[in-house]
């Protein structure tokens, strides 16, 4: 399978180079030159196969021209060694709780199938690679966690001080190996500023390689479609039409379950559920794409004012409004109403979600008022314990902290303080 640029329909290259760059020289996304078809058979018997079985079939397609069919069941086996469990939560809603990998939010899976292609394309290579990656969460302690130690490869990422949870802090910058973090006195903005000024610093080329482990990689794209085919797997048996709400921020994950649905999988619907950042549902309102600044709310990993990945979801329906509308409803939704939803899954199903999967929900509520003969589920996409200030003091509650958190609360914390760019390219070259 080939990749081109969004940017110019052009710059074919392959799985391997689409990794390797991250985003296209001409600055756009990759996209794949076609969308495989899964056959009808395969999810005719879809409930027969183990999880590593259809992950194995899903992706085998894109990248059988650089990883071998042996060594992509490896990666696979590394990757999905945790479980994707659909809890119900009323008669016809479930969600599908993403969050049991080693830093309890989905990210992982995409972080770890990133980290072992690059670790594969780099096996036999004398020089090492080094990821260069910012974060405002979520993604540095999924991304450090998912690169510990795999050879050849050195992982820094740049993080806002003071600006991440306690949590989340601890998971970049405890783990030591292959990974740094350097602790930016600046804002999350800052951190990406400098990233992208490394990535076209001439100063540092021949020196560093320097790749990307951001969210527009295809290699932390397409493995996210394998938990909409995970739960088709489980509910097909339902025999209603599936819909899924995914709370949404930079869209990646909402584009590969729609791209599963290009490759052939029985989906109703999906509902893009939003915090108010509410460019993309104004867009399915208007039809007009108005990106701007991102507003701060209680589910931060969706503050995005500019959703990278929307393009792609542009381009599976070849940016034909009115086709995108009949498969794509998006809803935004404030703090105030996350927090009542919150209450509401545990008053009323006993269920403790974090502020993420509690969008998600309320997509899927509003959806399913005119739409009440489809079968919903959305996405848990961390733990709740990830957000633990507000939804202990939401629904008055404690929670204990699970094995992968708990293990990190006694471990030193280790940073290289940074301010400017310059010290980050004088660390690069070190
Ligand atoms: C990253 C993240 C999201 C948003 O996912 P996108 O693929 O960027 O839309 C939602 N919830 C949580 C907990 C996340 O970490």
Not at 247 to 256: D, T, W
Request: glycine content about 6%; hydrophobic content about 40%.
């Amino acid at each position: 399978m080939n990749f081109y640029s969004l940017h110019t329909n052009d710059a074919k290259v392959s799985f391997k180079e689409a990794v390797i760059n991250g985003i296209a020289p001409d600055g756009g996304l990759y996209f794949p030159e076609q969308i495989p078809q899964l056959p009808a058979s395969f999810f005719d018997n879809i409930e027969g196969l183990s999880n590593l079985e259809i992950a194995f079939r899903a992706l085998f397609p894109f990248v059988k021209e650089d990883i071998p069919e042996t060594i992509l069941r490896e990666i696979l086996e590394e990757v999905l060694d945790f479980d994707f469990p659909l809890v119900p939560i009323s008669e016809h809603v479930s969600t599908l709780e993403l969050f049991n990998g080693p830093t309890m939010a989905f990210k992982d899976v995409g972080a770890r199938f990133m980290a072992n292609c690059l670790g594969y394309f780099f096996r036999d290579s004398e020089n090492k690679v080094t990821v260069l990656v910012a974060t405002s969460g979520d993604t540095g302690g999924a991304v450090a966690n998912g690169f510990l130690g795999v050879a050849g490869v050195e992982v820094v990422i740049l993080y806002p001080s003071g600006k991440v949870s306690d949590i989340q802090e601890r998971q970049l910058t405890t783990l030591g190996q292959n990974i740094t973090a350097l602790e930016v006195s600046g804002t999350f903005d800052d951190c990406q500023r400098m990233v992208k000024r490394a990535f076209v610093d001439t100063s540092l080329k021949g020196s560093v390689q320097l790749t990307s482990a951001n969210s527009i990689n295809v290699a932390r794209w397409l493995p996210q479609m394998l938990y909409f085919l995970f739960a088709y797997k489980h509910l097909k048996a339902s025999g209603k039409e599936l819909v899924f709400s995914v709370p949404s921020g930079n869209f990646g994950n909402i584009c590969a379950g729609m791209l599963a649905q290009r490759m052939g999988m029985p989906v109703r619907h999906f509902i893009a559920s939003t915090n108010v950042n509410d460019t993309v549902p104004a867009y399915m309102q208007t039809a007009i794409y108005e990106p701007k600044p991102s507003v701060a709310t209680i589910s931060n990993a969706m503050d995005v004012g500019d959703p990278s990945n929307f393009i792609r979801i542009r381009k599976l329906y070849n940016d034909d409004f009115s086709e995108l509308s009949k498969h794509l409803t998006s809803y935004s939704f404030t703090d105030k109403e996350t927090k009542e939803a919150m209450k509401n899954l545990y008053a009323k199903a006993g269920y403790v979600a974090d502020p993420h999967g509690a969008v998600g929900y309320l997509g899927l509520q509003k959806y399913r008022e005119k739409h009440p003969n489809t079968y919903g589920v959305f996405l848990e996409t961390a733990h709740p314990v990830k957000f633990l200030d507000v939804v202990s003091s939401t629904l008055n509650v404690t929670l204990s902290l699970p094995p992968q958190i708990a293990k990190i609360m006694h471990k030193e914390k280790e940073s290289v303080s940074i301010s400017e760019y310059e010290e980050l390219r004088l660390f690069l070259l070190k």
